[in-house]
């Protein structure tokens, strides 16, 4: 017996879920479609099957019938063929006797006549004469033997190309003709369209309702194979009897729990066949009863849940009373089953679409129903023993899925060695069946004895005839056991020839293995046309397609599927993520929306949908899904892991480490569990116990990226910056196809100052992803970092040319406008980003320190005031609005502002002390109050000595007063007695001794300092060259000079410092036109601007030596 399962889409047409055939009716259509395609090929008969040389004209055609099945064999024959046995039922006697009779009378005649005879004795020659040609008219054939007719028929058959496997395969199958045969003109097509179709079965059997659910684990499937093939068995003894009356019979056994089993049987006699009528009387009526207990003698069937079987047999007078046979009404039992198993909701609406089996009239789930039917799925005696399988046995003939049921059964009860011991006696018993060992491989194979089913493969494929499918099997077992290159190896050995659709999808598999994408799909390719409603070979390529980006071929081979295979999770996974694909985020939503409700709730359905919902950002409807999958199932830890990855993202990290410690008291412990617990104290601040969560996640699973990435940011956190940049490393060592790990790398290189490794990160990433902004902005740190401020804004254009809203960029560019005293631009930026985040702090209180070096003072505060309002705790902005109060002389503020800020840190009140007279320092140099800004710094030195900020700072405003030996002290002061030899000293120090006239020391310092710019501080180059030149103007080094202000102007142009100082030049080369051109950019010029002593001399000198020509604004 064999079982063919009908699909969803059949059932829901009203076809039953199994249909089973015989062996028998398997082969028979097998040889059917074999004769068919030589039909294809061949087209017709070329000759008469009689005598072989004649040209076909007529077509007789005999019957061959067998127990299980009936078919048509259209023989082609010539005319005189046609006219003979077996095609007629009479005997032809041969003719040359009548022709000798009648030629030795003749002759007498003609002798008589000729010697003179007497006349009558000539008249009675001539008599005899004609008395036999009047016998051979009246008596040349004579009836034959039915049995020689069956025996010639069957020579005649056997002669045929199309025919003569039926003969073969079924010895015991009858030929016969009909009595009013009727002889058809032959034509080309006439053959093969009189066989097509002729095939008639006498045997059909169906599973109408399966809640158990057959399957081969627990022996139910063997033993409803037995039951379909105890029924044929008893059908055909009882009724072999009858086969040339019209009968019809049929079986329905309905199985319960408690190896309860209600069959009722019905026979059809009566029937008008060929003229001929049956009657009623004529069949013994003991034989429903026998056949009923025949069948009652069967072996009990232990089931969990009903199952109903049916199955109807006839024979080839009886075809129409087997289109008689009438359906019985199900047992009330089966439908309490129904009732307490199936929800009323969902037969409502099945009966609505579709008609149902067996007209349910009460669609009510009762209390008593649900309670019967618990109670009797829970009986211990619906479990299927050994015992059971091994009756079975005995009732009925060989039967190999019993014979492999048994060692099945006894290893799903994990008794192996006695499983093991059971097969090693089928095999002692048939050491030559090949399928029987195979079948050994795959009960291997389901244990997990994964190198043994290999093993048992490896002889297989030996063997001078092995099979695809072994080769194919070994392929599936090595791709199991992680050897995807040897199973490659298999697959290629395979030998020629049409190989099954299991072997092309396992191909496929491993090509898929080995990343040969476009391999997998042709094996798939070719698995679909070997069947085209192969599931697996559908699901598979639906994915490979869509990863292929071929997302449309890829709905189409779902939708395929589901039509056939009915509604499958897989399947339904896999087309939300097409249609997320294709048509985005909320379509896909959408169709998981429309599943739940076609099949109700499911925690897989439900789960999907929340991870939809969670990645288009709708959180809460995502924790409701998800909250139903837990309420349901408490015990599904994916599920729970799910809402704590959920969690993390609304923000709920609360609630993320309470599902987390719920999971790990439960005993589950994963990688993906520590690492979302781990993040989840991150996002807490708790570093520490972060640290140890996600090492433990990382140590269970080293390939764990996410892991390791969280397990980096937690080392950076913690101010750990080697380490984090081994975890990246790591990372990438994995997966170096996406950009995100080199930009977090580049910027903890940029924060261990290694501006090279940082500076190729960024590189790498922008190859793999040119339009990554943080990678840009990340190279456009490390050029500024280098001193390359030109190229770091270049970069940060084009970072905002892709996203202008960009905060972070806009900071940076603003910050770097700020430092090459583009402080318009600076604004602009700021302006942007406040209007876009009122809130952003960072980017008010830079804004506020802008308006400081503008000299918008109220706009500085305003800033400082909205920084304070929305934290009141931000140190740095009650510092700055302090020293604003001071400047502005309200003290009272100042000191409040100051107190707030010093009671943040006490323990460092002196260092806040110091920042503000900083700060204060700088707000008077920016209001050109230079003798405020030395008191303030000062204060700031009192404060710390060994701080070189204020000195600089004092510095500054004694330069810019025109205090040059005071200003040239503190320099000096810095560079020698704190010995911190800065640039920015050495050029103040530098520059002084320049406008002292003391130009050769003056030179020596501005060349180390220009030195020490081109290498790290290239933002400080155009300053550092402008005083250089002023210490070789003094120099007399005039070109020298001029050099060094052609370089400034390249790398500065609105610098009024350069021109001030290119002014002096032409005023050395008395060249004063030029000179006042230059004087006048200098005063025009604020990048940055000059200090007011030297405007009014700039001024003096035009007024003085001035012309009407306008200077040039470049």
Known sequence: MQFLYNSPSEISSGFPPVS????????????????????????????????????????????????????????????????????????QVRPIYFFAAGMILAALAALAYRLQAPLPLVWILLASLLGVWFLQRHFRSKPQDAKIREELTRALVAKSPFFSKFLEAYPKGRLFWHSTLQL??????????????????????????????????????AICHAVFQYIDSAFHQKLRQFQDAPIACQALIQFFPGRKRIIQTQILPLAQVAEKTLRSDDLPPQTDRALEKALQSMPEFPVRAPIILIYRSCNLEGTSQFRELTLPDAHPDYQRYVRAMRPAQELQKEGESSELLYDIKDLDSSIEDLEFATEMMALPENQIQVEDLEYWQKAVEENRRLDVGIPDLLAASGKYEQAQARWENLLQKSPQDRELLFGYARFLQRNGMLEKAASVCQSLIKLPDAGTDWYGFLAHLQHSMGFPLEAQKTIDKAPEGPKSEEFHFVAASVAQEVDDTSGAIRELDAALAVNPLHGNSLLLRAKLLMLEGHNQRALKDIDAFIENEGPNLRAIQLKAYIIHRLEGIEKSIDYLT?????????????????????????????????????????????????????RIENGDTDGAIADSQFLLDQGLENTALLS??????????????????????????????????RLSQTYSKLGRIDEAVAELSAILEVDSEHAIPFVVRGYHFLMLGQYDRAGADFDEALKIE?????????????????GDRKRALKLLDQ????????????????????????????????????????????????????????????????????????DPDFAPALIGRSAIYQQQGDDEKSQEDLDAAVQLQ??????????????????????????????ASTQAIELDPSNETGYLRRAAAYWYSDQFAEAWEDFNHVIVKLEKESSKALNGRGGCAAELGDYEPAIIDLEKAISMARDKEKDHLAYYLNNYARALISAGRFEDAQAALSESEELQPRN???????????????????????????????????????????????????????????
């Open 1056 to 1114: 009024a410092w350069l021109y001030y100082y290119r002014a002096l030049l032409h005023i050395a080369r008395q060249e004063e036109t030029l000179a006042c051109r230059d004087f006048q950019k200098s005063i025009e010029f604020d990048q940055p601007p000059i200090p007011p002593r030297k405007k009014a001399k700039a001024e003096s000198y035009i007024k003085k030596f001035g012309t009407e020509e306008k200077p040039s604004d470049n």
């Open 799 to 870: 970072a905002l040319a892709l996203d202008p809203t960009n905060e972070e960029c806009l900071m940076d560019r603003s910050r770097l406008s700020m430092s090459g005293y583009d402080l318009k631009g600076a604004e602009r930026d700021l302006n942007q980003v406040i209007q876009s985040s009122p809130d952003l702090l960072p980017a008010l209180f830079s804004r506020a320190q802008l308006n400081i070096q503008l000299g918008k003072m109220d706009q500085a505060l305003s800033d400082l005031d909205a920084i304070l309002k929305e």
């Open 770 to 786: 040119p339009k990554e902004i943080q990678a840009m902005r990340g190279s456009a740190l490390v050029s500024e970092s280098l």
């Open 184 to 221: 058809e003109n032959w034509s080309t097509d006439a053959e093969k369209n009189l066989f097509q179709s002729s095939l008639i079965a006498f045997d059909r059997g169906y599973v109408l309702s399966d809640m158990h659910g057959l399957n081969e684990e627990d022996g139910s499937l």
């Open 906 to 935: 006490p323990e460092s009140a002196e260092e806040t002390e110091f920042t503000r007279a900083v700060m204060s320092a700088h707000i008077s140099f920016i209001q050109n109050r230079f003798e405020e800004s030395i008191r």
């Open 20 to 91: 089973v055939v015989t062996e028998e009716l398997l082969h028979a259509n097998s040889i059917y479609n074999e004769s068919v395609e030589l039909f294809e090929r061949l087209k017709h008969s070329n000759h008469c099957c009689q005598c072989e040389k004649r040209r076909p004209v007529k077509i007789a055609t005999v019957v061959f019938l067998d127990e299980h099945f009936a078919c048509s064999f259209p023989l082609s024959l010539c005319e005189p063929c046609s006219r003979l046995s077996p095609i007629v039922a009479a005997h």
């Open 594 to 646: 429309q599943c739940i409700e076609q099949l109700g709730s499911h925690p897989i359905l439900n789960g999907l949908r929340a991870d939809a919902y969670k990645e288009s950002g709708k959180l809460s409807l995502a924790l409701q899904d998800i909250d139903w999958v837990i309420e349901n199932q408490p015990d599904l830890a994916v599920a729970r892991q799910q809402r704590i990855e959920i």
């Open 676 to 709: 979302d617990y781990g993040y989840a104290k991150f996002l807490c601040q708790d570093y520490e116990e972060a640290l140890g969560l996600l090492l433990r996640a990382v140590e269970l699973d080293s390939n764990n990226l996410s892991a390791r990435y």
